[in-house]
């Protein structure tokens, strides 16, 4: 309906695709009136109104034919995959094929408000179940399955971690990964769109295909918290720059007023020009062969979506980029892991590496959440605002734009941490949520947020966790998911370093005038009467607070191939030089941050040293 008439030029092209995607505005916000009265607004009519008025990408090559060989094979194209596969095919002579097991991303990821819109739907979210552990009920955890994998549908913060945590990886065996050297990398990625940002040019760079901006539209609960915040004597600064402690109102791997995946910003334009990049979507890795003697990676078995098994030769190389799950678990499907795990399920030993999946590294944070109720800076939608939204953001701006204060990220050191560790062990991060005033048909959908919010939620993450969890194979049922477990709140470092950082940030919430005066109410938490023997406010109560309500592991899931024990320094698996990891699996050390700016760091400097090894110059 919406797609270029043949012959049409290009101008001509894009205004019947500006008319025809206002046309389908309009269709779609009468039926969101039609279901809609002054508190009620049809949120699946809404959110399909505003897709359709997301500018037409031009569709995307698909091309479906099996190939028997390549040069080089990437499995996974997520957000590293996505940019290895994109730089290996620089190299014209080389035919690189990219395996993804998801389908092609879907347009309605470009709008920011929405947030992982697509989170907890089948066709586009692999499901995987994790153990319950002390200090948590994990319940299942979120691993986008598409093009793109996760920087489709995460919270879209762009967070580079500590200058200070190359310190840890050099420890760790991680050989040339040094500051600078990272720093070379993020350069490299980066199209920085922010004059103010982007004029440290010693620490950002402009040329690169990953668009970074903040969001464009600052709504007034935003201006709000960056009050109270300063009153609390935070500095707001670049924590992608030299400062690493302070707040930011993040910047986001977008441009204008939309999201940006690494599929979008790595493949589209790519597979479209370079005919030597195959992508195959719908083709699910299930091993990658090795020849028992060579030790040599031979080839990938894949399934399509029909479920017939496919054997593609691989001539130089393989990557896995499947992430820090599906990573170590090809490996161990492929003989490469911890020998008594692969003899109990069956699975010949190639090579026997207990580093596959012994420790799988994440952030922590409490179900603790100090929270500010706010009257004076919301206002109920209307169709009207809600229409107006629309035409804002297409001229890349407005609420659709944004995702409010969630966009707030502070970095503070606490005063229980070593104090020669450089790295600030926690971040607090801010989410929208609605408490009292609900709008029915807007609750309980991705674009809820987008319709109306009361309340701002903080919550703390620790950085730094002492405890890690695991992940083994499922040795009765090996080619189902890998055990996953894990750890929470289990060190009792960790409780106390939470714990004070709540009570600190809740006496500062509550000493603000900032918030005082605009009407907001600071709610520090509780756990009703589990705690009343402990004395409110005190650090005591909040460590009782902390582990009656529990915690949860981040979606920061990485370390489970680390450089070190599993991989050298380039990235290849120890005792199958042809075989590499690239992805959250491959860190040897948690990153002092979100973790998709260095997974994509990761991909730019494994495609160069995948080239460097190959006998291109870099
Ligand atoms: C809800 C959520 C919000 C987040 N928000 C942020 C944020 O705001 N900022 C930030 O920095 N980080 C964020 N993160 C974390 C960050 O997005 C991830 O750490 C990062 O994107 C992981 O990249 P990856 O390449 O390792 O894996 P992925 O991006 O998950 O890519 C792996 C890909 O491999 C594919 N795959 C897996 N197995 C196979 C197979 N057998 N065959 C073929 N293909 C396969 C998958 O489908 C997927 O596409 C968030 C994560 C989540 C879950």
Request: hydrophobic fraction near 40%; charge should be positive; proline fraction near 6%.
């Amino acid at each position: 309906m919406f797609s270029r008439p043949p012959g049409a030029g290009r101008a001509a092209g894009i205004m019947f695709e500006t008319c025809a995607a206002m046309l389908g505005v309009v269709m779609a916000m009468t039926l969101a009136y039609a279901a809609s009265d002054q508190d009620c607004i049809n949120a699946t009519a809404w959110s399909e109104s505003v897709i359709a008025s997301l500018p037409v990408d031009p569709a995307p090559k698909v091309d479906k034919s099996i190939i028997s060989e390549a040069d080089f094979i990437v499995v996974g194209g997520g957000t590293a995959g996505a940019v290895v596969a994109s730089r290996l095919s620089e190299v014209s002579k080389w035919q690189i094929l990219l395996l993804e097991a998801g389908p092609e991303e879907p347009r309605g990821t470009m709008v920011p408000a929405f947030g992982s819109i697509y989170k907890d739907n089948p066709n586009y979210e692999w499901a995987i179940t994790v153990q319950d552990t002390p200090n948590e009920k994990s319940g299942d955890l979120n691993r986008a399955k598409m093009l793109g994998g996760q920087s489709v549908n995460n919270g879209m913060v762009y967070i580079r971690g500590s200058k200070a945590d190359w310190k840890c990886w050099e420890e760790a065996g991680a050989t040339g990964w040094t500051a600078e050297e990272a720093l070379r990398y993020y350069k490299k990625s980066e199209n920085n769109l922010n004059p103010d940002i982007a004029k440290d040019a010693r620490n950002h760079g402009t040329g690169g295909l990953l668009p970074v901006q903040r969001m464009p539209y600052l709504d007034n609960t935003s201006k709000l918290i960056r009050a109270a915040f300063k009153e609390a004597g935070m500095k707001e600064v670049d924590l992608n720059g030299d400062a690493s402690e302070g707040f930011m109102f993040a910047q986001n791997v977008m441009k204008g007023s939309k999201r940006f995946s690494t599929n979008r910003a790595y493949l589209s334009q790519q597979r479209a020009l370079r005919s030597n990049l195959k992508v195959l979507t719908g083709a699910t890795a299930r091993r990658v062969v090795i020849d028992q003697r060579s030790k040599r990676a031979t080839a990938v078995e894949f399934t399509d979506t029909d479920g017939k098994t496919h054997v593609v030769k691989a001539k130089k190389e393989v990557v896995l980029s499947a992430g820090a799950i599906f990573s170590p678990h090809l490996l161990m499907l492929s003989g490469v892991g911890p020998a008594d795990q692969l003899k109990a399920a069956g699975i010949p030993v190639i090579v026997d590496l207990p580093g596959v999946g012994e420790k799988l590294m994440n952030h922590i944070g409490g179900m603790v959440h100090p929270t500010i109720n706010l009257t004076k800076t919301v206002s109920l939608p209307t169709p009207a605002s809600m229409m107006n939204d629309i035409k804002l953001f297409s001229e890349d701006s407005g609420p659709l734009s944004t995702q409010g204060p969630s966009k707030v990220r502070t970095f503070e050191r606490s005063p229980y941490q070593p104090a020669n560790d450089k790295r600030p062990y926690l971040q607090w991060e801010v989410t929208r949520s609605s408490n009292g005033r609900t709008i029915p048909a807007c609750s309980g959908t991705s674009a809820s947020a987008s319709c109306y919010y009361n309340q701002v939620k903080m919550t703390l993450v620790l950085l730094q966790p002492h405890k890690y969890g695991s992940l083994k194979l499922n040795t009765t049922h090996p080619t189902e998911q890998p055990v996953i477990a894990q750890a929470v709140f289990t060190d009792k470092r960790d409780v106390k370093i939470h714990a004070r950082g709540v009570k600190d940030m809740v006496e500062r919430l509550q000493g603000s005038a900032a918030l005082s005066d605009s009407g907001a109410a600071v709610v520090p938490p509780s756990a009703g009467s589990a705690c009343s023997k402990e004395k409110a406010g005190s650090e005591e109560y909040y460590q009782c607070v902390l582990l009656a309500t529990g915690g949860r592991t981040w979606s920061h899931q990485s370390g489970t191939c680390p450089i070190g024990t599993v991989l050298d320094p380039r990235l290849r698996v120890k005792g199958v030089p042809n075989l590499r990891v690239a992805d959250a699996a491959s860190f040897p050390c948690l990153s002092n941050g979100n973790t998709m700016a260095p997974v994509i760091m990761i991909g730019e400097k494994a495609a160069d040293l995948v080239k460097a090894d190959n006998g291109e110059n870099v």
